[in-house]
């Protein structure tokens, strides 16, 4: 698949949205910005070298507050850009105890 082949439509922003990539295990930070989205993948301009780190799955935070993030899993680096794709959770999949909601 290239690049330009998607099959969700995405959202270019005018001008990046600033964001926040941190790692699945919480070691880890650094500033991003989103360039374009969609309701399965983005397109994230690194503000910060990422070597070292561990970039097959992290959370991209989408708000300032925290509250809205995504889990998502590295598909493409272009230089300081690299292409993610968000990991859903499947419906029906079991939570973690204590965050089941109460019936």
């Known amino acids: ?7 969700d439509p995405r959202v270019k922003f005018e001008a990046a949205l600033d964001s926040v990539m941190i790692g699945v295990d919480g070691t880890w930070h650094r500033e991003c910005a989103i360039a374009d989205i969609s309701q399965t993948g983005a397109k994230l301009i690194l503000k910060t070298s990422m070597a070292g780190l561990n970039l097959r799955e992290f ?9 809205a993030y995504r889990r998502c899993e590295l598909v493409r680096v272009e230089g300081d850009t690299i292409g993610v794709r968000f990991i859903a959770v499947h419906k029906g999949a079991r939570r973690a105890l204590g965050l089941r909601a109460r019936v």
């Open 1 to 7: 698949m290239t690049y330009g082949d998607r099959k």
């Open 59 to 67: 959370f991209l935070v989408l708000t300032p507050n925290g509250k």
